[in-house]
């Protein structure tokens, strides 16, 4: 039988998007649409912004779509390239603890594009975004954890589906329109964690929004595709061993989307319990110089995916537990600035990473760690975090996150800018259109 598998999924994205978002859906994905486009501001006049920017501007594609955080109206597919590129470029967005996706980037980047040729109510717009995240969680679980074990980053392979989706609810696809722009999707996967630490890391969910959007678009125009290109002969086996009960599991009852994350500190998520602990043992450590050994024990992944001990850069140091500990130890607290590139080169940091052990405990859970700081003439300074702000045990509060989505946006549209967006994003469901949201992140209109 035809589109078996994918048939089902398309069956339940569909019958989700024919009902309003129950509330807890509609609050998270309110809280994840706040955090992301706070990250996309934030990462606004950075480099790789710039040179995408750059491109665009050469290749002549300029258009109605914005980008958040610039004066520049795009084409839809470069604005969600450069969206979807600033969106994840600080790894300071939104991040499901299961599957390690930062669903948000590529999303937000497809909603963005086609919000002014499709005009939707705010309600059909939050929808969009609701089942584009939720479309990609659903997939993850199913390919992970072998997925992102074969060294793919699964934020841009499962970010063109996630795309798809959110745009062929604002197209008005159908169910097998639906199937066909997903099995167009499959054929434009990318992204390896070979990546991570580089400009090309944030592209890739840039990539899976432009991707998502022209998968969409083939697909409402009549291009087909294969038979079930979620199924058994797709493209998940080559990426792994897939459940494809999960992908055939209902969407009644609590979404994976509620199970988003927000981060605190902008740099690989599996750090972040040693970040909360080198913070708490700051204050004890006194003189930085007498320090001289560090030992972290964490979970597995730690040195897996962060165990990079000299980063070059800014981009490198996100990659760095070692790093990530040190200036929390240094400097008492982890922001932006201990990411910039003369903060990742200074050389009180460098000593410190070089005398610090990630030593992976196989009985420590993924939000755990504990560190002890070995100093001269003076009693060992040891600090236990059990659960990492950020993590579901300690998620953030609603304050928080406001207040980290305005230190990051400050600095680009102004002092009091956050606070309109904020606004406009609480009542989108309720709005008329996205129109509020898009000025409140538009330089001129913010300042």
């Given at each position: 039988?035809?589109?078996?598998?994918?048939?089902v999924?398309?069956?339940?994205?569909?019958?989700?998007?024919?009902?309003?978002?129950?509330?807890?859906?509609?609050?998270?994905?309110?809280?994840?649409?706040?955090n992301?486009?706070?990250?996309?501001?934030?990462?606004?006049?950075?480099?790789?912004v710039e040179?995408?920017?750059?491109?665009?501007?050469e290749?002549?594609?300029?258009?109605?779509?914005?980008?958040?955080?610039?004066?520049?109206?795009?084409?839809?597919?470069?604005?969600?390239?450069?969206?979807?590129?600033?969106a994840?470029?600080?790894?300071?967005?939104?991040?499901?603890?299961?599957?390690?996706?930062?669903?948000?980037?590529?999303?937000?980047?497809a909603?963005?594009?086609?919000?002014?040729e499709?005009?939707?109510?705010?309600?059909?717009?939050?929808?969009?975004?609701a089942?584009?995240?939720e479309?990609?969680?659903?997939?993850?679980?199913?390919?992970?954890?072998?997925?992102?074990?074969?060294?793919?980053?699964?934020?841009?392979?499962?970010?063109?589906?996630?795309?798809?989706?959110?745009?062929?609810?604002?197209?008005?696809?159908?169910?097998?329109?639906?199937?066909?722009?997903l099995?167009?999707?499959a054929t434009?996967?990318?992204?390896?964690?070979?990546?991570?630490g580089?400009?090309?890391?944030?592209?890739?969910?840039?990539?899976?929004?432009?991707?998502?959007?022209?998968?969409?678009?083939?697909?409402?125009?009549?291009?087909?595709?294969?038979?079930?290109?979620?199924?058994?002969?797709?493209?998940?086996?080559?990426?792994?061993?897939?459940?494809?009960?999960?992908?055939?599991?209902?969407?009644?009852?609590?979404?994976?989307?509620?199970?988003?994350?927000?981060?605190?500190?902008?740099?690989?998520i599996?750090?972040?319990?040693?970040?909360?602990?080198?913070?708490?043992a700051?204050?004890?450590?006194?003189?930085?110089?007498?320090?001289?050994?560090?030992?972290?024990?964490?979970?597995?992944?730690?040195?897996?995916?962060?165990?990079?001990?000299?980063?070059?850069?800014?981009?490198?140091?996100?990659?760095?537990?070692?790093?990530?500990?040190?200036?929390?130890?240094?400097?008492?607290?982890?922001?932006?600035?201990?990411?910039?590139?003369?903060?990742?080169?200074?050389?009180?940091?460098?000593?410190?990473?070089?005398?610090?052990?990630?030593?992976?405990?196989?009985?420590?859970?993924?939000?755990?760690?504990?560190?002890?700081?070995?100093?001269?003439?003076?009693?060992?300074?040891?600090?236990?975090?059990?659960?990492?702000?950020?993590?579901?045990?300690?998620?953030?509060?609603?304050?928080?996150?406001?207040?980290?989505?305005?230190?990051?946006?400050?600095?680009?549209?102004?002092?009091?800018a956050?606070?309109?967006?904020?606004?406009?994003?609480d009542?989108?469901?309720?709005?008329s259109?996205?129109?509020?949201?898009?000025?409140?992140?538009?330089?001129?209109?913010?300042?």
């Amino acid at each position: 039988m035809p589109f078996v598998t994918t048939q089902v999924f398309c069956a339940h994205v569909q019958k989700a998007a024919d009902a309003p978002l129950p509330e807890a859906v509609s609050r998270a994905a309110r809280r994840s649409l706040l955090n992301v486009l706070g990250t996309a501001i934030g990462a606004a006049r950075t480099p790789a912004v710039e040179a995408l920017l750059a491109t665009a501007a050469e290749l002549g594609a300029t258009g109605a779509v914005p980008v958040p955080g610039r004066p520049e109206l795009l084409d839809p597919e470069w604005a969600a390239t450069v969206t979807g590129t600033a969106a994840h470029l600080d790894d300071f967005d939104d991040t499901h603890l299961a599957t390690v996706i930062h669903p948000g980037a590529a999303v937000l980047a497809a909603v963005f594009a086609l919000a002014p040729e499709t005009g939707p109510d705010g309600a059909a717009a939050l929808k969009a975004f609701a089942l584009g995240c939720e479309a990609q969680l659903r997939i993850g679980i199913a390919i992970s954890p072998s997925h992102y074990d074969r060294g793919w980053h699964i934020t841009g392979t499962c970010g063109v589906f996630g795309a798809a989706v959110a745009a062929a609810h604002l197209l008005g696809l159908d169910s097998a329109q639906l199937g066909h722009a997903l099995g167009i999707a499959a054929t434009g996967t990318l992204g390896q964690r070979e990546a991570f630490g580089s400009m090309t890391k944030p592209l890739h969910p840039g990539k899976a929004a432009a991707v998502g959007l022209f998968a969409a678009r083939l697909a409402a125009a009549g291009l087909t595709t294969d038979e079930d290109p979620l199924g058994t002969g797709g493209v998940l086996p080559v990426f792994s061993e897939p459940d494809y009960d999960e992908l055939r599991r209902d969407w009644d009852g609590t979404w994976e989307l509620e199970h988003n994350a927000f981060k605190p500190y902008p740099c690989g998520i599996v750090a972040h319990p040693a970040i909360d602990a080198a913070i708490g043992a700051s204050p004890q450590v006194g003189d930085p110089a007498a320090i001289t050994a560090v030992e972290i024990r964490c979970h597995r992944l730690v040195p897996e995916l962060m165990g990079r001990l000299q980063p070059a850069d800014g981009l490198q140091a996100r990659f760095s537990a070692r790093h990530a500990a040190a200036v929390g130890l240094l400097d008492g607290e982890v922001g932006l600035r201990q990411f910039s590139d003369e903060r990742a080169t200074d050389d009180d940091v460098a000593r410190l990473r070089a005398i610090t052990e990630l030593v992976p405990d196989p009985a420590c859970p993924r939000d755990s760690a504990t560190i002890s700081v070995i100093r001269t003439g003076a009693d060992p300074v040891v600090v236990h975090v059990e659960h990492a702000r950020g993590s579901l045990a300690r998620p953030l509060t609603d304050d928080e996150l406001f207040t980290k989505v305005d230190r990051l946006v400050e600095p680009v549209l102004g002092a009091g800018a956050a606070r309109k967006i904020a606004e406009a994003v609480d009542g989108l469901e309720a709005a008329s259109g996205i129109d509020a949201v898009i000025e409140a992140v538009r330089p001129e209109v913010a300042k």
